[in-house]
């Protein structure tokens, strides 16, 4: 499957600036909260929420004291939402870059995602998988939720997907913590979400 619709960053943008940011939990996601409440400082130093929007995790993680949290979007306008609500929030860590382009310098401990994946055209889902472990040092985690769920045939994201699918894209280079469908899902995602932990191989 390739999306019909180029999802580049004037799409994006677009999206933005025709207020049509659906996907936007306007606040941190149960989730991703309790599995920040466990982490200890030393769990994870560096920390990149890639495809981030508004990144309320982001916001969430740095307001814990995490001090070395990255975001990285190709639309400003994500970026510039987050350097409002948190002011000192670095502005060295918003990282206005392709995901598929940033470089592992220094690798990172944990990758979080959030509607990133079902974003992307689904034709880059592999090469996702390989670039978060790319991203990652040995031992680093990928930490998140991914769709379960079929979202019919559409041209625009959300992509959705199987469970059997998202295994064979990160089985290479991931071993498979836990792989779930989560319990704590925001109501309208509901048993239609896997909560994943993978550590990098
Ligand atoms: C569906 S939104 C999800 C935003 C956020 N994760 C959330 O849950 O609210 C997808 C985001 O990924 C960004 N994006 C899409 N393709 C990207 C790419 N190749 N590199 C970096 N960001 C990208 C978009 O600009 C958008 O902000």
Known sequence: MKSAVQLDEAYW???????QTGWDAGAITPPLREYFDQLGPADARRILVPGAGRAYEAEYLHRQGFSEVYVADIAPEALQALQQRVPDFPATHLLHQDFFALEPAPPFDLLVEQTFFCALDP?????????????????GTLAGLLFETDFGLSAEPPFGG?????RAYFEPYF??????????????RQDRELFICLKKK
Not at 175 to 188: D, G, I, K, M, Q
Request: charged share 20%; hydrophobic share 35%; proline share 7%.
């Open 13 to 19: 943008r677009g999206r933005y600036a025709a207020h």
């Open 162 to 166: 199987t469970r059997a699918e998202y």
């Open 175 to 188: 071993h498979f913590v836990h792989f779930e469908t989560a319990y704590n899902s925001l109501r309208p």
């Open 123 to 139: 034709a880059l889902r592999p090469a996702y998988a390989q670039q978060c472990a790319r991203l990652l040092k040995p031992g």
